[in-house]
């Protein structure tokens, strides 16, 4: 059994990555969503190890330490991270693992695990982008701004990731993210022993 | 409208090559395949710019001269090879081209355009090779014996290509083929004005 894949996926908020990940995680069987650590209070509802793995400062800063923690940041006081022994747990069973994170995590999942695969879902158009916000009708006009700029902003991260997949129709991009995970698969990097198999059956 | 994508493609005589290209281009009308020129004599019912180009030693000669051959090679005082000009043109229209070449080819052609991608398709086993020439019952003893030496030797250069297809089940390994058109054409590196696109628009 060969090894899972790690797919790093970042997107501007209203990218629409929640749907696209919904969908693909319905789909394939052998995906799984990296759990993030907080600091944080666990909120009504919330399940340590399904929603976050909720974990003390200090517990926090010795996976930091120990360069156990794939990538964290702190957020309103609290910290976030993504601890690298499950996803490791999960990728040694060939099991692929899908990290939702922003582009600064990203940056730093990139160098501790340079065999990831890196997407970023952007919108069709910034035009696009905005209408989305202003749809969902969840934020003030200046949330709405705040959040473009934003955008804007990461955007210019593109160039960081492998692959960009253009969230326009659903269904494309979900079988885009789909084609990516299966291609990379069959590289013959992450392929070493195939040939030699071939030749000794 | 973005360039095409040129695919180079090897196998092992019966790796299943042809079976899994016939699949491809039948469900994918985006895809063409390159047609090789030689100096040999056409035979019954071979049409000039379908079958091959039949062109003579000279114009041959002058192709490979100008750097207008992607790949060549002599057989039984024949030469036979790509030119450039057609495969140039459908990939400036967008047009997915595919390069059924052996190994020699590939690596040819890797240095002349070495945006290609390549795949290597392998059978799942000698094992399972050695069962399909046979129960071709086209070839004698002598003929499977030399094509399965042939065979071992041409896995030895599949370090040469970016991916490698195992050819176990034929709709697997033509979902694999489309996968990796797809998703190539997802790469950051092939999309170099996406970013700005989004950002203007």
Chains 1, 2 share one sequence.
Request: proline share 4%; net charge negative; hydrophobic share 35%.
């Amino acid at each position: 059994m060969s090894k899972g894949l790690l797919l790093v996926v970042s997107a501007p908020s209203a990218g629409g990555k929640g749907t696209i990940l919904k969908e693909m995680f319905q789909q394939d069987e052998q995906l799984r969503l990296s759990v993030s650590a907080t600091t944080r209070q666990p909120r009504p509802g919330e399940k340590h190890g399904e929603h976050y793995y909720f974990i003390s400062e200090e517990e926090f800063q010795n996976l930091v330490n120990s360069g156990n923690m794939l990538e964290y940041a702190a957020y309103v006081g609290n910290s976030y991270g993504t601890p690298r022994e499950p996803v490791e747990k999960w990728l040694a069973e060939g099991l692929d693992v899908v990290l939702e994170i922003d582009v600064q995590g990203g940056a730093q999942v990139k160098k501790l695990m340079p065999d990831c695969v890196s997407v970023f879902i952007v919108p069709p158009s910034m035009t696009v982008l905005e209408k989305r916000l202003r749809d969902r009708g969840t934020e003030d006009e200046s949330t709405v701004r705040k959040r473009l700029e934003t955008a804007r902003q990461e955007l210019s991260h593109a160039e960081d990731y492998d692959y960009i997949v253009v969230n326009d129709r659903l269904e494309d991009a979900v079988e885009d993210m789909l084609a990516i995970l299966r291609s990379e698969k069959r590289k013959y990097a992450r392929n070493p022993g195939v040939i030699q198999k071939v030749l000794e059956q």
